[in-house]
């Protein structure tokens, strides 16, 4: 741990929430002097101490640990580079655009790798109007279903969501240049170009 560059990002964090370190040490129960001390380098905080700090300025307490929150740049939301995550505990589906850590249920999930469809994960898709009419003939057992459809253009995303016995089709409208992601809850990401 590098006390200095802990001590750099609390001050950092104090400032943006306008906070002044009486104000700060009054949410901790501890004297003034001791949140000094932090944001010199003199010290860094004790272990008990973290996870307040985590919430009061909304921050992973391993990012604290590092001194550092690797910010993002102000390009990196761009919607060809969209990552999708799935909790392998509770099944919940999570998207970034931008270089990220994201965590679920305690764990920190990896971005899923999408792959070019096989045969038991191919889809249809048909114009149905101005919109595009999705099937596909996977199971949709509660042991192997599709859990997900998301449509991605360059500004946007349409995320259908799908559960275990539900129908196996899903209806977008026709935006263009776009892609379809899907996840299978045994075999992971897929992806379709459409145009």
């Not at 010199?40 to 391993?62: H, T, W």
């Not at 999570?94 to 469809?117: F, I, M, Q, W, Y």
Request: with cysteine.
């Amino acid at each position: 741990m590098d006390s200095q560059k802990i001590g750099l990002l609390l001050y950092d964090l104090r400032k943006e929430q306008n906070l002044t370190q009486k104000q700060l040490s009054e949410k901790l129960h501890i004297s003034d002097k001791t949140v000094s001390k932090w944001e010199r380098g003199a010290g860094c905080p004790d272990i008990a101490m973290l996870k307040r700090l985590s919430e009061i300025f909304g921050v992973d307490v391993e990012k604290i640990l590092q001194g550092d929150l690797n910010e993002n740049h102000k390009d990196g939301g761009n919607m060809k580079r969209i990552k999708f995550y799935v909790c392998p505990n509770c099944g919940n589906t999570l998207t970034a655009t931008g270089g990220d850590e994201l965590s679920c249920c305690g764990r920190k999930l990896n971005p899923l790798l999408a792959k070019v469809p096989e045969e038991e994960h191919t889809l249809t898709v048909e114009t149905v109007e101005d919109d595009y009419y999705v099937t596909f003939t996977h199971e949709m057992t509660k042991q192997h279903y599709i859990t997900f459809v998301a449509y991605v253009d360059i500004d946007r995303m349409l995320l259908m969501k799908l559960y275990p016995e539900q129908s196996s089709a899903v209806r977008f409208p026709k935006m263009h240049g776009s892609k379809l992601y899907y996840h299978c809850s045994q075999h992971g990401l897929w992806v379709r170009n459409l145009q």
